[in-house]
């Protein structure tokens, strides 16, 4: 199928899962490529050699510290290990071979470079211990599959891309390895995956094959991190990211269990087991510094530093996020090491110091130009956009939120521009736009269903409550929250249920319905403390606080008030450490008891 050459969003809907697939495809090989410990086997089908080199490029870039070595076949090749030992006597890493096509010429019934591919099985992992990557037209395939099926069945993955034309190649490049491409798969896409996953779980019986066993890995851990996404119980997706876990153990596959490990501790602290995440962290990172895996530790102290700083402990934080930025400068990585400072400037403008962060991002953002990488781009100027409207520079603010869009539209990221329009609807409903914003809102709604999105749902059911108690229709704005409320409990996500009994106490105190926001503040604070979360104790403590000394429960009230207080100067939050002092100050009673 052809497309027209003007944008992604030229694309049909067919046409673009397709090309989202054929994105995933890739992601999966290069994470089977870098996981990959000794020998293992893949296939990537696709027909067109200029496409192939320009996957092969991709694939380079993504894994910039793997020593990628190509082997060139030619029509005299009858011996593939052969060549392989030639071309590369001593490979440091994967091995990419090509041009198989060319000693298996389509106008014969048999080939005996495939012969004699399957009778040397036995020796590949001896004399190759590195991941191997056949790249062949689909016709060719078939050969291989007929005439050497005890080699092929040694195969980790197959991984078919389409063919794609000029503009669909430069297209693909642009989005390929963005991190939020996975949230952009349109829902049949992700349900197929998922369907997919389970199939190939249960066909394949339970072996002590050490590549069997790597494959069976790799799909515990996409399905987990599937079913995370659209909203299954997590406890099932910890099964299998620990069925996943015990492979690499039994594989001695270290880096891979400590990536697993990551994947466990977000969802731990996603439940508001925040110690047990850390803790988790703190084990992937010793994995990562026995292994000598020096990116994987920078991703993994940055882990710990967003556990630290959503605690309150900014300062431990920072020093995470500068110790990270220090190995990117070392790796040469100067992507990563710009993203690094995006955390930076976020814990610089909590903590008050707005100039500094500008500072950061306005350095990232050249950065990013300079890189051509027009996602990050945007991100950044979402930042900055931020930081404009917080100082009621809110055309300015609106003026960067457009450019942000306008980039997700050119990528065609849905799950990002739905990002860009939640940003602009905030603005619209600060400037008494509440109908505009409340339209893109549904817009947001409309996104979030495609791809399956059941957080983002309850995200941005909850922005709509907010202004439909605004409207004061607050009826509507209780049933919301409480949709919402399910939503998250669904997830086992104490954050979003803390935040949304939350609102609803808010909502509550408005209607004077004293008793109810009691339970539903004391909830939260409850649930805020578990998480360690500082910002929420503050917040729902001001509010708590403030309630209690209204209804004479002054003691236990100035008390939770002290506390907001003292939050308040460590996050750098002056303005709302003295609202909380005045209260202490005054014993003000906001509210009939």
């Known amino acids: 199928m052809r497309s027209t050459p003007s944008s992604a969003l030229s694309l049909d809907s067919s046409r673009w899962a397709e090309l989202a697939a054929a994105a995933e495809g890739l992601r999966t090989l290069a994470r089977g490529m870098s996981r990959a410990r000794g020998f293992a086997l893949f296939f990537a089908v696709c027909n067109k050699p200029g496409e192939r080199d320009q996957l092969i490029s991709m694939l380079g870039d993504s894994l910039p510290d793997a020593a990628l070595q190509l082997v060139e076949l030619t029509s005299d090749t009858t011996d593939v290990l052969a060549e392989v030992l030639r071309q590369a006597p001593a490979p440091q890493g994967p091995l990419l071979i090509v041009n198989l096509e060319k000693a298996v010429p389509s106008d014969r019934m ?58 669909e190649v430069d297209h693909f490049r642009r989005f390929a390895w963005a991190p939020v491409v ?56 910890l099964r299998l990211l620990n069925q996943a876990m015990e492979l690499y153990e039994e594989l001695g596959d ?42 994987s530790r920078a991703l993994t102290l940055g882990d710990i530093a967003h556990l630290r700083a959503a605690k309150g402990e900014v300062d431990a934080a920072l020093a ?113 736009e509440v109908d505009a914003a409340l339209q893109l809102y549904q817009e947001i709604l409309a996104v979030c269903e495609d791809l399956g999105d059941v957080r983002g749902r309850a995200v941005t059911l909850g922005d709509i409550a907010r202004l439909r108690a605004a409207k004061g229709e607050v009826d509507a704005a209780l049933a919301l929250h409480q949709e919402r409320l399910g939503i998250f409990e669904g997830l086992g996500d104490l954050d979003g249920i803390g935040n949304t009994l939350w609102a609803t106490a808010r909502i509550e105190l408005q209607q004077e319905k004293y008793q109810a926001a009691l339970d539903h503040l004391a909830k939260s604070y409850e649930i805020n403390l578990k998480l360690g979360r500082l910002d929420g104790i503050c917040y729902v403590g001001f509010d708590l606080g403030q309630l209690l000394c209204a209804m004479g429960r002054r003691e236990e009230g100035l008390k939770i008030l002290a506390r907001s207080r003292d939050g308040f100067r460590k996050l750098g939050q002056m303005g709302m450490a003295r609202q909380a002092q005045a209260l202490m100050d005054k014993g003000r009673r906001p509210y009939k008891e």
């Open 110 to 167: 048999r080939h005996e470079v495939l012969t004699a591919l399957n009778l040397q099985r036995p020796a590949w992992p001896e004399h190759v211990p590195q991941p191997v990557v056949f790249w062949a037209p689909e016709y060719v395939l078939g050969f291989v599959e007929r005439e050497a099926p005890d080699f092929f069945d040694w195969r980790s993955d197959t991984i078919v891309f389409p063919e794609m034309e000029e503009e």
């Open 182 to 237: 996975e949230g952009s798969l349109p829902k049949e896409t992700r349900f197929a995956r998922i369907r997919e996953l389970k199939a190939r779980l249960k066909r394949s019986p339970l072996s002590q094959d050490p590549v069997a066993q790597a494959a069976r890995a790799r799909w515990l851990v996409e399905l987990a991190c599937q079913m995370v996404f659209i909203g299954e119980k997590v406890d099932q997706a």
């Open 254 to 295: 270290k880096r891979s269990r400590a990536v697993t490990l990551g994947d466990i501790a977000r969802i731990r602290a996603n439940k508001g087991e925040v110690d047990a995440a850390l803790a988790l962290h703190k084990e992937a990172l010793a994995v990562c510094e026995e292994s000598g895996d020096k990116r």
């Open 320 to 432: 995470l996020h500068q110790e990270e930025l220090a190995v990117y400068d070392e790796l040469g990585d100067t992507r990563s090491g710009a993203v690094t400072l995006g955390d930076v400037a976020r814990i610089r403008a909590d903590k008050g110091e707005v100039d500094v962060a500008l500072q950061l991002h306005q350095e990232r953002l050249g950065i990013f130009e300079g890189l051509g990488d027009r996602r990050e781009r945007a991100l950044t100027l979402g930042d900055i956009a931020r930081l404009r409207a917080d100082e009621g520079d809110v055309d300015a603010a609106l003026q960067l939120y457009q450019e942000m869009l306008g980039i997700f539209e050119g990528l065609g990221e849905k799950r990002s521009r739905a990002l860009a329009l939640g940003e602009i609807a905030r603005i619209r409903a600060a400037r008494g």
